[in-house]
């Protein structure tokens, strides 16, 4: 079994990557980011940024820091597939609990990126919750540093830059594919 942890600052190329990995190397993918969605839409709450935030915080404090590892690390097993990528993940709580569960099998793997590219990235894609000037970007990433969400990208021990074109992105996964599937 190969379990791969994405994670990146907002616009990094984290969809793109787990895409391109899902397409050509056989992933199934568990996100994060859809369990918080659920349980916020489960409170009846729009799933904005702030919403999203708050809620993953309540259940943290309520339920253990490594909550929405527990139910990934669940939903990953469930898959029985020998491919999984855990997308998504934010703070260490979220991986700690996957490199215990998996152990050997499983790799953190940062995607970096210019902040001018990520926020670039954003306008472009045109989402509703996502930064639209370099100062809403700023504030954003200052209020996810106080959250602990930086801290799976801590755990990383792959660091992949994503300021350049898909192509080129693409030749960087394929040669970690190379180095992990032997």
């Known amino acids: 079994m190969l379990i791969l942890v994405i994670t990146g600052k907002i616009g990094?190329?984290?969809?793109?990557?787990?895409?391109?990995?899902?397409?050509?190397?056989?992933?199934?993918?568990?996100?994060?980011?859809?369990?918080?969605?659920?349980?916020?839409?489960?409170?009846?709450?729009?799933?904005?940024?702030?919403?999203?935030q708050k809620v993953s915080t309540e259940c943290r404090a309520r339920y253990g820091t490594d909550y929405f590892a527990k139910l990934v690390i669940s939903k990953a097993r469930s898959l029985?597939?020998?491919?999984?990528?855990?997308?998504?993940?934010?703070?260490?709580?979220?991986?700690?609990?996957?490199?215990?569960?998996?152990?050997?099998?499983?790799?953190?793997?940062?995607i970096t990126t210019l902040q001018s590219i990520r926020l670039e990235r954003l306008i472009k894609r045109g989402c509703a919750k996502d930064a639209k000037t370099k100062e809403e970007l700023m504030a954003q990433e200052t209020r996810e540093k106080e959250l602990g969400y930086f801290g799976a990208a801590q755990l990383a021990e792959e660091r992949i830059s994503n300021s350049g074109t898909p192509e080129e992105l693409h030749k960087k996964l394929d040669s970690l594919m190379t180095r992990l599937l032997g």
Do not use: C, W
Request: proline fraction near 1%; glycine fraction near 6%; charged fraction near 30%.
């Open 80 to 110: 029985g597939s020998e491919r999984v990528i855990l997308k998504e993940a934010r703070t260490a709580q979220d991986v700690q609990p996957a490199m215990k569960a998996f152990g050997r099998q499983l790799h953190v793997i940062e």
């Open 12 to 52: 990094s190329g984290k969809d793109t990557a787990s895409d391109y990995l899902r397409q050509n190397y056989s992933f199934s993918t568990v996100s994060y980011s859809e369990i918080a969605h659920d349980k916020t839409r489960e409170q009846g709450l729009e799933t904005t940024r702030t919403n999203l």
